[in-house]
């Protein structure tokens, strides 16, 4: 969930920069350059910052080290569990064999197919979302009265929804783990497609404000409750590895989705 909010927090971050940066260098000579320099200058100085603290501060965290320590150790028995399988003989081959059922590794074929929703769940997530934003919200958002600075709000709104989205599963009455409530919840996301249609079309900017941050809520809501509660009930390497399948099919699905936005143009001289 940390890493989850820690992601959408840098989307927060990007959008307020940018919209400081246009704020700042709007009416200047050169301001667009003069800005984005400034962006970029900003953002490596940052990354440069997280840089060190992962390699230097990261590591020394109590809880870091607790989990860590806990994954290795698991890991290692699932790991003398596979050498006892293919007849290698250790110093504690009496411990394996009496341990390797209890110990026995899930295979990643076998995780996908006992948390297939889950995998359809977050390909579906972004599938959706990037076939939406950010660039529908770009170039297809109708008449406004904001100018220049309307899709930037709205990227801005969607990022900020986005990241309050990813707290609410803290509250454990408002979290959603039921594996069907979930499918349906991101089945009915795909709502969004014509009412995005119709909005840009018919209606104002008040309206597709709204959308575009009931999008961004949806998405950090979902995409928490999906990839916090498919690891659990397994042992570490496991969940590490499901964690893997899990991001695959997330990546999928931003590429999907990033492919299927230019299907906004259609009928549009495309």
């Known amino acids: 969930q940390s890493f989850l909010s820690g992601l959408a927090a840098s989307g927060v971050i990007t959008s307020a920069l940018r919209l400081i940066t246009k704020a700042a260098f709007e009416n200047s000579q050169n301001g667009l350059r003069n800005g ?7 953002t490596c100085m940052f990354e440069l910052a997280c840089l060190l603290l992962y390699a230097f501060v990261f590591p020394k965290l109590p809880i870091v080290k607790y989990y860590r320590q806990k994954a290795a150790s ?12 293919a007849g290698i003989k250790t110093d504690q081959d009496r411990q394996v064999e009496e341990d390797t059922q209890k110990h026995e590794r899930l ?28 660039g529908f919200l770009s170039e297809d958002t109708g008449s406004h009265g904001l100018g220049t600075w309307y899709a930037l709000v709205l990227i801005t709104m969607y990022n900020v929804l986005d990241l309050i989205g990813r707290y ?14 979930l499918m349906v919840a991101i ?19 008040g309206y597709m404000i709204f959308l575009t941050s009931f999008l961004g809520l949806t998405n950090g809501y979902l995409t928490v409750c999906v990839l916090a509660e498919a690891p659990n009930g397994y042992k570490g390497p496991e969940q590490n590895a499901l ?19 230019w299907m906004w143009l259609i009928g549009k001289g495309w």
Do not use: H, W
């Open 74 to 85: 698991e890991g290692s028995k699932t790991v003398g569990s596979d050498l006892a399988a």
């Open 243 to 261: 964690g893997n399948v899990l991001v695959v099919c997330l990546l999928g699905g931003i590429f999907s989705g990033v492919v299927l936005d």
């Open 36 to 42: 984005a320099m400034l962006f970029f200058s900003v």
């Open 107 to 134: 295979s990643t074929k076998e995780l996908l197919m006992q948390n297939i929703d889950y995998a359809l769940d977050i390909f579906l997530i972004y599938v959706l979302t990037l076939s939406i934003f950010p």
């Open 187 to 205: 089945l009915a996301r795909f709502l969004f497609i014509p009412a995005f249609y119709f909005t840009a079309k018919y209606g104002d900017q």
């Open 168 to 181: 609410i599963p803290l509250i454990k009455c408002l979290k959603l783990t039921n594996r069907k409530g």
